[in-house]
């Protein structure tokens, strides 16, 4: 499967030949090397990139259109897959999308490279905007309907704001992965997370539903 396989850019636009996977690859690979070699994202060209992973730039520019594309690319090739969501329950979905919250945050932790991009793409308005727009921005509302679906299945109170609390399920494992770069991360986090929280966030049954 190729990186535009597992990692689709919504609303992108077709592009014009089959994408090849060696040649994707090495593109990514060059780019990764690079960094490895401490380039910072802002000396990182196109030209210089096409050189290091040994094709034109009109190879690169056939699959992105240009360097911050082509980092967001890069950012999800290194980071952990997104699992599909089991579709049980809207707990079970929602303990799988903050597991990823948590398994991204030891990633970032336990490579440099990432650590190092991450903190230097905020300081590109460009390069976070693409990574906000095509990575950020959907994994939010993938969160977003777990919780409106929660809440017409009866699992999920219908008079809180699912925007807020998508955040107060979110903001605890980011607190800790990223604010607190110190702070545990145990396997189990996602499970606590959810299930504390959706104890005060249960519909409370009324006498009449009581068997």
Known sequence: MSLAERHPRPGGPPRGRPRSEAVERAIIE???????EGVPLAELSIERVARTAGVGKATIYRRWSGKEELFVDVLRAAEPDDPPLPGTSMRDDLVV?????????????????????HAQMKSSPKIWSAYHATVVAPRRRLGLEVL????????LRT??????LSDMFVGPVLVRAVLHPDADLPDDLATQVVDTLLEGLRPVSSPSDQP
């Open 97 to 117: 999308l903050l597991e990823q919250v948590r398994r991204r945050g030891l990633a970032s932790r336990s490579s440099a490279i990432l650590h190092n991009v």
């Open 148 to 155: 409106r679906r929660g809440q017409e299945n009866g699992e």
């Open 159 to 164: 008079d809180v704001d699912v925007e807020l």
């Open 30 to 36: 060059g780019v990764m090397k690079l960094l490895e």
